[in-house]
């Protein structure tokens, strides 16, 4: 594990990933597309639609209750907490689980800034993802606390790190980053800033949305208060999770039912849970732990290997696909960060990213185009209003196949 707490990448170093095997868990990549929307959300494989279709076949029941169905439900989320942590390296007893990251965001938002007041202050990103900005913008106008930015390199797609020294204060409170960009693939050192933060007093949200389907993570590594994923995007269900330490989330008070449990993570947990979803989440992060059938050891130490393994995988894939689109006169590429996830983000001369992505999915190409989000980016980069950008990702699952089958797409948008 490297310092950062996010995979270095390997550098080529050889590995047990076998691409054709884990292709073959997948029942969706048999359809024929080149499945290059992974940053919007992957596909799954057989075992997490097993796991979720089990869930209900054994019969479902809400928690709580004296009967088989009602403990097997409890011991659902129970597992599922421990799944996400080992995911992680978090505590189960701190992994909130709830409907997906910006939902969540919004819920330790609300709790957090309840401690907040005039004069205090949050530093965003302009990196980041708008579920990590402005859940934080709204929450620093009801209170009065000021927002402070931190700005990106738009040459290279970097967040630096040096910048936070004079962003922060003795008055903030908490810093929002990004572990990656879902757009520009961009890894910023958080441990740094996290290290910064810390320095005066400040508390951190990291979004590891986009990260941590990428590589091995250590949430404690990173020096991330707060850490927030999303199963959806490393080949699980619709269920998101905030990871952190179960005394910090017992420090905060979220609005509640007068019913509902008090209990850390529970109290920040609303209403009934997708209890067959949490059967899924849990076969996810196994199937992550075997994606490199060698990785040996426990769940966590599996996971770190596996993943280590998989980015490797993505990283040599990526270096092909990125080198034939820069070579291409008629693409823009945006980013050129020293450490970036496999997502490319780029237009083409003469066409909307729209138009690309329809000429594409007529090729069978599934990408993404537009601002995905990354709000505050795209409009500094001066391409959201015309649509902003064309975004080509790789997963574990992609292979040179799918690289070269956007490429011969791309080429022959040429003018
Ligand atoms: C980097 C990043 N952060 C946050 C989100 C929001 O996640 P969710 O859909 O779980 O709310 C996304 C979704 O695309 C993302 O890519």
């Not at 494989?45 to 169905?69: E, L, M, T, W």
């Not at 599996?302 to 092909?320: D, I, K, N, P, Q």
């Not at 034939?324 to 780029?346: C, D, I, N």
């Amino acid at each position: 594990m490297s310092p950062e707490g996010f995979g270095e990448p390997q550098g080529g170093a050889p590995t047990n990933y076998d691409v054709r095997r884990v292709r073959a868990l997948y029942p969706a990549l048999a359809d024929g597309s080149a499945w290059l929307d992974g940053a919007a959300g992957t596909q799954v494989p057989q075992a997490v639609v097993d796991a979720i279709a089990g869930a209900y076949r054994h019969g479902i029941g809400n928690v709580g209750g004296a009967f088989p169905a009602s403990r097997r439900s409890a011991e659902l989320v129970a597992e599922c907490r421990r799944a996400v942590a080992d995911l992680v390296g978090g505590d189960p007893d701190g992994v909130v689980l709830g409907p997906n990251m910006t939902t969540l965001t919004y819920r330790l938002a609300a709790a957090l800034a309840a401690g907040w007041g005039a004069g205090d202050e949050v530093v965003v990103s302009r990196l980041d993802h708008d579920a990590n900005v402005r859940p934080w913008l709204q929450a620093a106008a009801r209170t009065g606390a000021n927002v402070r930015w931190a700005e990106v390199d738009l040459a290279t797609g970097e967040l630096p790190a040096e910048q936070y020294d004079a962003l922060l204060s003795p008055r903030t409170r908490l810093v929002a980053v990004t572990a990656a960009s879902n757009v520009l693939g961009t890894r910023p050192e958080v441990a740094a800033i996290c290290a910064k933060a810390h320095a005066v007093g400040a508390l951190t949200y990291v979004d590891g949305v986009h990260a941590a389907a990428h590589g091995p993570v250590d949430a404690g590594a990173l020096g991330a208060d707060f850490f927030a994923t999303s199963a959806y995007k490393w080949s699980g269900p619709h269920v998101g999770a905030v990871v952190a330490d179960p005394a910090l989330l017992d420090t905060l008070h979220p609005d509640k039912l007068a019913s509902s449990p008090d209990r850390v993570p529970e109290r920040f947990e609303q209403g009934t849970s997708p209890f067959a979803d949490l059967a899924g989440v849990v076969a996810a992060v196994e199937h992550l732990a075997s994606l490199d059938a060698a990785a040996a050891g426990t769940r966590r130490q599996r996971l770190l290997g596996s993943m280590a393994a998989a980015e490797t995988h993505e990283l040599e894939l990526f270096g092909v696909l990125l080198d034939g689109l820069e070579a291409m006169g008629h693409v823009t590429t945006y980013g050129k960060a020293a450490r970036r996830t496999a997502t490319a983000y780029f237009t083409v001369a003469g066409m909307t990213p729209p138009a690309v992505a329809e000429r594409l999915a007529a090729r069978k190409v599934n990408v993404w185009n537009g601002h995905n989000y990354a709000w505050e980016l795209t409009g500094a980069l001066g391409i959201r209003d015309a649509g902003s950008a064309v975004r080509a990702g790789l997963v574990h699952y992609n292979d040179r196949t799918d690289v070269d089958r956007l490429l011969d797409g791309v080429a022959g948008l040429a003018p």
